[in-house]
């Protein structure tokens, strides 16, 4: 699999028109540190920028709880953490808080 930058991965700064609305996907840079812009989803409504790039922030979250999710029963995180990874993904792809 080929590296990507780490997460946490989040929505950065606010969704400004440009020629359409933009939502920026920010992480820190692996070298310094430093916030970096990953990706900017850009649509014609503010509200679907903003969730393109949620969805696309939560991809670290996401992949973390399918891996854990596939690890072997004996391995890893028991049951109840391992849904409670996912659900707490999910809640970010869908910009929502995980209650709990």
Not at 32 to 58: Q, V
Request: charge should be negative.
């Amino acid at each position: 699999m080929s590296e990507y930058t780490p997460g946490p991965w989040k929505v950065g700064g606010e969704c400004k028109p440009l020629y359409a609305w933009r939502g920026q996907v920010t992480g820190k840079h692996p070298d310094d540190g430093e916030d970096f812009i990953l990706a900017s989803c850009n649509h014609n409504y503010p509200e679907i920028a903003l969730a393109n790039a949620r969805l696309i922030a939560a991809a670290p979250d996401l992949l973390e709880a399918l891996i854990e999710m596939m690890r072997p029963k004996s391995e890893g995180m028991g049951s109840l953490e391992r849904r409670a990874v996912a659900r707490a993904a999910i809640a970010k792809a869908e910009g929502r808080k995980e209650e709990g």
